[in-house]
């Protein structure tokens, strides 16, 4: 059983964890560096507790201590009470949800053991927020399919990264692989937008873009690039070409994919449009391609 402990000074040297949440650059340093992220709210805490996460500590004010006694009870990591106030002059931001937990990460997975072990993959590389990607959006194989693989090319905003997270859990998407420059799928906001699905579904970080495209090749998959080049095939044709195991790469937002990994894909794909509109947001992108390629 953990202990309550009430914390009245924000400098406190033991709220270390929770300080200066708002500064996306600290946060993106520090976090992986020391093997911590944070989960916030009762959801996303129960969420990364269950999914074997080890809790460092957890951040209550008042209201959510009872809410979260049976958590208190059940784990040895301290737990600060706080008042709201002190939590928002602690974190930077008003902490609406009440309550926040330090998290201990856990070791990845080389990137051929994972996607030799994973039945479906999803392969996410990076894309910046309120741009298009649906230009890239791959829709592989339906009924008959073995495996499924996304590759998302250098997605950098966390909201996007969260919301695509949750849609590869949602529909059954098995494993997601992350090029070097993607955003931290362990991000807080990464973590709240995915509502935790981050903690769910197996996870690692390519090394070397493209040409880790290799390592799915020599596994027997397809590479089909997301893309409005000119030989372009429709989704409903490679669809229709039921691959047992295809890798849908989609690319950033405002340029795609890199030429290099264009170079690199076995086919070409876009996705038809009506209106005049050429592509989605690389999340609405993702809830589709998973969609149209679930078994």
């Known amino acids: 059983m953990a202990d309550l402990i009430t914390i009245e000074d924000p400098d406190d040297p033991r709220l270390r964890d929770y300080t200066g949440l708002t500064d996306v650059e600290l946060r993106r340093r520090r976090e992986p560096a020391e093997g911590l992220f944070i989960a916030e709210g009762e959801k996303v805490i129960r969420r990364a507790k269950d999914a074997g996460y080890e ?21 040895p990591a301290p737990v600060y009470a706080v008042s709201p106030d002190l939590a ?15 998290m201990q990460r856990k070791p990845l ?40 693989v996304a590759i998302f090319e250098d997605i950098v905003d966390h909201a996007n990264l969260g919301a695509a997270f949750r849609n590869a859990a949602a529909l059954g998407v ?13 991000y807080r906001r990464a973590v709240k937008v995915s509502m935790g699905a981050v903690f769910h579904v197996p996870w690692t970080r390519l090394t070397s873009w493209p040409k880790d495209i290799e390592l799915f090749r020599r596994q027997g998959f397809v590479t089909a690039a997301l893309c409005l080049g000119e030989k372009s095939i429709t989704i409903d044709e490679l669809a229709a070409r039921r691959y ?3 890798a849908l790469m989609l690319g950033t937002e405002g340029d795609g994919l890199s030429i290099d990994a264009l170079r690199a894909a076995d086919e070409w794909v876009r996705i038809p449009m009506a209106a005049g509109v050429d592509s989605l947001n690389v999340a609405a992108a ?10």
Do not use: N
């Open 174 to 186: 098995d494993a997601v692989f992350l090029t070097p420059r993607c955003a931290d799928p362990l």
């Open 88 to 102: 928002e002059r602690v974190t930077g931001y008003h902490v609406h949800r009440g309550a926040l937990a330090s």
């Open 109 to 148: 997975l080389a990137a051929e053991e994972l996607l030799t072990t994973a039945r479906r993959v999803v392969v996410m590389e990076a894309v910046d927020d309120h741009t298009d990607i649906g230009a890239m959006l791959p829709l592989g194989p339906q009924k008959g399919a073995g495996q499924r």
């Open 244 to 246: 047992e195991k295809l």
């Open 286 to 295: 993702s809830a589709v391609a998973f969609y149209a390629t679930r078994l």
């Open 55 to 75: 809790m460092r500590s957890m951040l209550l004010s008042a209201k959510w201590v009872d809410v979260m006694r049976d958590v208190i009870d059940e784990l």
